[in-house]
């Protein structure tokens, strides 16, 4: 069975610093994508990057960036100079590429982000 | 319109009664999923259509929960003889096709503002 860990469920930082949120997953499937998706106060999920498994380069995009470790099973996901509207909850997801589970996401249960002024 | 559509955004309901929830994913999306989110049991898989496929719904969790997709577009969610603990924000994503086994395959979904059931 899939599971998805993000053991912080809460981070309150100071506007422009750094804050890193971390996701654990287990998988006995060897293919697989990752996601990292962001929950605004009006509650639609953005989708923010796809990663799989095949890939293990860190990925920048403006001031997120993710580091996928497959040795540690570890995705983890960095906001530099935080600003007050990354506060959000971040939902860590994984889904595999078989074709009886049409990709469905399995999710953490989510980081809330508070950045103060 | 641009994104997945979900309607109403708001249903409070009471207990013993059944409800509808519509999702009108995003045109061109043949996978749609619906997933439920609440504060004890976090973000669920409900069930996933694509296509002309026969959907998978194992993530349903009791047979008070249906849904269908007519058209290949639309989709309605039931739920009959309400709970309390049926009360949580239901969402609907969709996404290019789901069904790929490939490495490029995956597309991410897209997910709407979701419907916030309250049963009383």
């Known amino acids: 069975a899939q599971k998805v860990t993000q053991a912080q469920t809460e981070i309150s930082v100071v506007e422009k610093e750094d804050v890193t949120l971390d996701c654990v997953y287990e998988?006995?499937?060897?293919?697989?994508?990752l996601f990292w998706y962001k929950q605004p106060p009006s509650g639609e999920l953005v989708f923010l990057i796809r990663?799989?498994?095949?890939?293990?380069q860190n990925e920048i995009s403006g001031r997120y960036s993710w580091n996928f470790q497959k040795s540690t099973s570890s995705f983890n996901f960095t906001i530099t100079a935080s600003q007050v509207v990354d506060s959000a909850v971040y939902f860590c997801?994984?889904?595999?590429?078989?074709?009886?589970?049409?990709?469905?996401?399995?999710f953490g249960g989510g980081t809330r982000v508070l950045v103060k002024p | 319109g641009a994104g997945v559509s979900q309607s109403p955004s708001n249903k409070v309901t009471e207990k013993g009664k059944d409800v509808e929830l519509r999702c009108d994913p995003i045109s061109g999306h043949t996978a749609l999923y619906w997933y439920r989110q609440s504060l004890g049991q976090g973000l669920e898989f409900l069930i996933y259509f694509q296509g002309n496929s026969a959907p998978d719904k194992s993530g349903l969790p009791s047979d008070r929960f249906s849904a269908e997709r007519t058209g290949g577009s639309v989709s309605t969610l039931t739920i009959q003889r309400t709970q309390q603990e049926d009360s949580a924000v239901y969402l609907c994503a969709s996404s290019l096709d789901g069904s790929g086994t490939g490495v490029s395959d995956n597309q991410p979904q897209h997910f709407g503002d979701g419907t916030r059931l309250s049963i009383l």
């Open positions: 990663r799989n498994s095949f890939d293990e």
């Open positions: 998988t006995r499937d060897t293919t697989y994508y």
């Open positions: 997801a994984l889904s595999d590429l078989s074709k009886a589970a049409g990709n469905k996401l399995t």
